[in-house]
């Protein structure tokens, strides 16, 4: 069995409180261990979209910061560039939303940067011959880190069910291209029955793939990237994919590009997820997305298999029921789990191990 370490906290604590839970974590877990002199370390975090509250608190990733310097480490807090385009689709865009999120020089004391590049065009090709992805474009930036911490916010995600540790490596580390190949092959269709012609689905769309015909919303499958958006916007439900067909491996394309994030850092990786706040949608939307369970706590592993699955199995503990497959009937993320562990990445079974202070 894989260790999984958590302590309970919630957002409602005041930020000392947590900032002295996470330490704590920490260091009876030992999990920055991995982390030798010399290392250039990745704090591979998300940022939060535009207006989103969601993401990891920047004091967390300061903390988390000091810790790998103490080791003679050289950290520097790293995301890629987005598919669709918002605040984060460039370098220079992704840092200003940086830093209007507080993750600034002060806070963090490590530098940020945009794994991928200005545009994302800097990455690595790499090859693992899995059987939906043959060759992965991984950012440059992370491949060329010796060692990585995932800190992760555990959440809801439209596509993929919830979104923690995997989902950071496998989407988060991958280029813009790599990306698209992630989303190929979806392409939502509007339900004309239920449109009620209210165009935030026209207004937020990346690449106008829709457009209004007969006060009724049209999407061109040539034009869309599949980023999802517009069915996390409608108000009505009234945007759909075909869960049968090309969706349904979304999550296993993801689980193979975790596969070649990793490649190469073997027993360099550590994994720090964030149940708090959780939220029905990503922290790409931009608004700050309501909550859909009360707060949880902090887990840490060196297993992204087995700490995914400990944030899941808890969340539904502590809410009562499957909050995630309920928001996101279609969804199943335990699909993810499955193949991860399939496929060697990690453990589905774990040791749960609980601290109180």
Known sequence: MSKVYFIAAKNKNNTAENLNKLLYLLKESKLL?????????ALKVHFGEEKNKGYVNPQYLGLISDEVK????????TDT???????????????????????TQDTI?????????????????VEINKDFVKT????????????????????????TGFGGALKNLGMGCAARKGKLRQHADISPFVIVEKCIACEKCVN??????????????????????????CIAVCPVSAIEVNYES??????????????????????????????MKITKECDCLAEDDPEICEDVGIFVSYDPVSIDKASA????????????????????????LDYAAKIGIGNQDYELIEYKI
């Open 33 to 41: 261990d991995i982390i030798k002199k010399d290392d250039l370390v």
């Open 70 to 77: 103490k080791r003679k480490a050289r950290a520097f807090l």
């Open 81 to 103: 560039n987005t598919l669709y385009k918002g605040k984060r689709a460039n370098a220079i865009d992704h840092l200003e939303i940086a830093l209007e999120h507080g993750f």
């Open 109 to 125: 004391k490590a530098p940020i940067f945009i794994a991928d590049g200005f545009m994302g065009e800097d990455y690595e090709e």
């Open 136 to 159: 992965a474009f991984i950012a440059k930036g992370i491949r060329k880190a010796s060692s990585m911490v995932v800190v992760s916010h555990f959440k809801g995600h439209i596509m």
């Open 204 to 229: 937020s769309c990346p690449v106008t793939a829709i457009k209004m015909i007969n006060n009724k919303a049209v999407i061109d499958s040539k034009k869309c990237i599949g980023c999802a958006t």
């Open 246 to 275: 090309g969706a349904g491996a979304i999550q296993q394309k993801m689980i193979e590009y975790a596969y070649a994030a990793l490649k190469g850092k073997e027993g360099k990786c550590a994994y720090i997820n964030f149940a």
């Open 313 to 336: 199995d808890m969340v539904k503990r502590v809410s009562g029921k499957d909050v995630f497959r309920e928001v996101h009937p279609k969804r199943d993320g335990a699909i993810q």
